[in-house]
């Protein structure tokens, strides 16, 4: 029912840059969005813009039932629709907050932020905005007009029941950049779009690394399967500018899984632990002579 019923239903409704939980999209397609809104951006008045960078404060907690199930009931006249619709809503008590895991709970994030996303692309005419979830940015030159831009957002997510992150909500030159899905994205004074692997993200994949290992040896799961969860992984980074990151990595992943690699990995493993040593070298000679 949500593929064939609900989705070809209810995408229409969304803006194009609503990137999550849809077909043919996700945090690759959002990111991507991101670097041409700033490309646009440069292209039309420069390196001297301004982003607006925010966050729905426990978003998918304060998502209002009554707000979904009117829009549900807009866009379908079938009462056994609705009725099985209201019913997984009415499983969290108190007609707050949507289950986690559900797939309608993916469907119910797209929707219950989508007046914001109309209003920002629509009546504030801003081109480069994007969301992803409870993640959202506006790119534009005129940095007063960015903070009347918040205030409409924030008093339309009052409207609809949610509120802005003040921690994580502020505006930021687009050469200082902004965290965003994983990234460190921001616009050299020469116009590059560089995207940086954030710390903990790298962090975070080192840890799911070491567990992994820890299964493997155990009997758990299949070294195999560990590679292929890394290699996903590493699909989604090699977007960025972490040509000399992922090489780290994979020497990171092959020390943990030494035993398990083919001669070939071994030899790869041998070449790049000689790269990376020669790099030092160099770097470490660099400073010296200053």
Avoid at 135 to 148: A, Q, S, V
Avoid at 269 to 289: A, M
């Amino acid at each position: 029912m949500h593929e064939n019923i609900i989705v070809p239903r209810i995408a229409p409704t969304f803006i194009y840059d609503n990137g999550a939980s849809i077909k043919n999209k996700g945090t690759d397609f959002q990111l991507d969005r991101l670097k041409e809104h700033l490309r646009a951006e440069v292209a039309r008045n420069g390196v001297d813009g301004y982003i607006l960078v925010g966050d729905f404060s426990k978003y998918f907690d304060n998502i209002q039932h009554e707000l979904l199930n009117d829009f549900y009931k807009k866009q379908f006249s079938d009462e056994r629709i609705i009725k099985l619709i209201c019913d997984i809503h009415a499983t969290i008590p108190g007609g707050v907050g949507v289950p986690l895991g559900n797939q309608l709970s993916q469907d119910d994030a797209l929707i219950a932020a989508s007046p914001i996303d109309h209003m920002v692309k629509e009546q504030l005419h801003i081109k480069g905005y994007g969301r992803y979830n409870d993640d959202f940015y506006l790119i534009n030159h005129d940095k007063e007009y960015l903070k009347y831009c918040q205030k409409r957002i924030e008093e339309k997510a009052e409207e609809l029941g949610i509120k802005l992150n003040p921690k994580k909500t502020k505006i930021v030159p687009m050469t200082t950049g902004i965290n965003f899905l994983g990234f460190h994205v921001y616009v050299t004074e020469s116009g590059k779009i560089v995207m940086r692997l954030k710390a903990k993200t790298k962090s975070r994949e080192r840890q799911k690394l070491r567990k992994y290992k820890k299964k493997v040896e155990a009997g758990e799961m299949k070294f195999e399967d560990a590679k292929e969860a890394y290699q996903s992984w590493k699909a989604h980074v090699e977007r960025g500018d972490t040509y000399y990151l992922l090489q780290e990595m994979d020497c990171y992943f092959y020390s943990l899984f030494f035993n398990y690699l083919s001669n070939e990995e071994k030899e790869r493993y041998k070449k790049l632990q000689r790269h990376r040593q020669s790099r030092i070298k160099r770097r470490k000679e660099k400073c010296r002579s200053y």
